[in-house]
T-cell receptor, first 110, second 112 residues
């Protein structure tokens, strides 16, 4: 089944404790991206990657890092999480302009 | 001003009725347009692309008005299962490739 998977789906952590949210797709898509969704602000792009080893900032990259060592994986790293990074996070891969989203990761930073 | 704006709703719709709502965009160079559907606490999924000539997919009709910079979505014969948030998405060409900008979503509640 073609899909995008994210782990963990839910995470509660404390300020400053590094965490990684994994994202994997099995559709051989070159383009992948990370979004956060907050009430009233819609989906905002954090980082995107056009191919292996090619990543770039989206609209809200501060406080986040990404890597793309393999085509299928695009992890999101929060080196020192802060409460303002509490949000719902979606990973997506795309072909042409159709985005396929993962199921989302709900993150609470205390 | 936001790049892509939507009325957040909710639009309360009797089952079987027709509902329509718009999305305005500010970048006149925008190239492509889409409607995504998002169920509560779930991931967005592509509902339909919006073509210049307008297009229909079953009970759903999408229109594009480039002169006034808005797109619309019309749902006929609303079903309870149409209750969701509808996200407008606009694609613009940037140096690094196409960039998708999402609206905040319009919530639709279909009631018996």
């Amino acid at each position: 089944e073609a899909q995008v998977t994210q782990n963990p789906r839910y995470l509660i952590t404390v300020t400053g404790k590094k965490l990684t949210v994994t994202c994997s797709q099995n559709m051989n898509h070159e383009y992948m991206s990370w979004y956060r969704q907050d009430p009233g602000l819609g989906l905002r792009q954090i980082y995107y990657s056009m191919n292996v080893e090619v990543t770039d900032k989206g609209d809200v990259p501060e406080g986040y890092k990404v890597s793309r060592k393999e085509k299928r994986n695009f992890p999101l790293i929060l080196e020192s999480p802060s409460p303002n990074q509490t949000s719902l996070y979606f990973c997506a891969s795309s072909v042409e302009e159709t985005q396929y989203f993962g199921p989302g990761t709900r993150l609470l930073v205390l | 001003r936001k790049e892509v704006e939507q009325d957040p709703g909710p639009f309360n719709v009797p089952e079987g009725a027709t509902v329509a709502f718009n999305c305005t965009y500010s970048n006149s160079a925008s190239q492509s347009f889409f409607w995504y559907r998002q169920d509560c606490r779930k991931e967005p999924k592509l509902l339909m692309s919006v073509y210049s000539s307008g297009n229909e997919d079953g009970r759903f009709t999408a229109q594009l008005n480039r002169a006034s910079q808005y797109i619309s979505l019309l749902i006929r014969d609303s079903k309870l299962s149409d209750s969701a948030t509808y996200l407008c998405v606009v694609s613009s060409i940037k140096a690094a490739g196409n960039k998708l900008t999402f609206g905040g979503g319009t919530r639709v509640l279909v009631k018996p």
